[in-house]
């Protein structure tokens, strides 16, 4: 009987995996490619240097030549090195305008940061529908066009149609009946604070509410458990937290009220007097008033420096404090 041999298997050969394909090279990158990102970029800086760095620069340039209105016109204009900055130091009317500016300046940003900060922490508070109505009447108060917020503060202040000296009349005051708010130099100092400070408080309590709301919530139910009021609340816990923003806040409305020019312009043009007359206001006084544009442009230079040393004074104190507390 035959015996069935079973088949041997024949050896396998181990598989042979494919060689690896060479890496395809990048190609470099072309000098177009690398360039691209800066041509689309460079309109808009393009657009910056234009708009702010050149007029910087012209005023600078004009604040040390003898520029007046036949220069303007024949643009042959003499180098004078710091003459029209003596002759500016040299006014007794210029350092009278400093000092209302400073003065003009502390007063409106005091009142805004404490308005803005007593309306932020009151939204904390409100629920919902009333925290909606206070924020959009913000909003409204902000989005109001400058000249359009003075021409209605011009008319609420008018000595005849005013609302103002109708509701003061109707009040038993008679003394201002047909008042002319706008011919005496405190009253017109005070109407363009509180019209500055109407336009600058929703930006800055917006602004605070925001960061309030990024503060937790346990803090606060700390400071309460170990018997902390309002005050020392937000002394202790709130006012630390916030002080970055603060800070920024702070800063942006020293800019804004230390060049404040359109208001003052539209309303009194810097009168009566130099009551209201402020550097950005002074400085377009002496530029259009006798042509002297050289003047002007020193005016303009020193406004910038005396703004960039109370802000760089502000910052140093601000910062000596932080490393204190560290």
Request: glycine share 6%.
């Amino acid at each position: 009987m035959p015996v069935a041999v079973e088949p041997t298997s024949a050896p396998r050969t181990p598989r042979q995996r494919p060689a690896p394909r060479p890496a395809a090279r990048r190609k470099p990158a072309g000098r177009a490619h690398g360039l691209w990102p800066y041509a689309l970029i460079a309109p808009a800086i393009g657009g910056m240097l234009y708009l702010l760095v050149y007029p910087l620069v012209r005023a600078v340039l004009i604040s040390f030549q003898d520029f007046r209105l036949r220069q303007l016109i024949s643009g042959n204009a003499e180098f004078v090195g710091l003459r029209n900055y003596r002759t500016l130091l040299a006014d007794p009317r210029f350092w009278e305008v400093v000092r209302r500016t400073f003065l003009f300046m502390a007063v409106n940003v005091v009142l805004i940061m404490v308005i803005a900060t007593l309306v932020a922490l009151m939204v904390e508070r409100l629920r919902r529908v009333g925290r909606t109505v206070v924020l959009c009447s913000l909003v409204l108060a902000w989005a109001m066009p400058v000249v359009a917020a003075t021409t209605v503060f011009q008319w609420l202040f008018h000595s005849e149609f005013g609302i103002v000296n109708w509701a003061l009349t109707s009040l038993g005051l008679d003394s201002f009946e047909r008042y002319p708010w706008f011919a005496n130099g405190t009253a017109a100092f005070a109407i363009l604070v509180t019209l500055i400070v109407w336009q600058s408080v929703p930006f800055a309590a917006i602004t605070l509410y925001s960061a309030l709301t990024t503060v937790p919530l346990e803090l606060y139910e700390s400071a309460r458990l170990d018997g902390a009021g309002a005050g020392r609340i937000f002394r202790s816990v709130t006012f630390p937290m916030l002080r970055p923003i603060f800070l920024l806040v702070f800063s942006l409305e020293v800019i804004w009220t230390f060049k404040a020019f359109v208001q003052i312009w539209v309303m009194t043009r810097g009168g009566p007097g130099d009551a209201t007359t402020i550097l950005p206001v002074y400085a377009v006084q002496t530029a259009l008033s006798s042509q002297r544009y050289d003047l002007g442009s020193a005016a303009s230079m020193i406004t910038v420096v005396l703004m960039s040393g109370v802000l760089v004074l502000y910052f140093r104190q601000m910062f000596r404090q932080e490393d204190e507390t560290r």
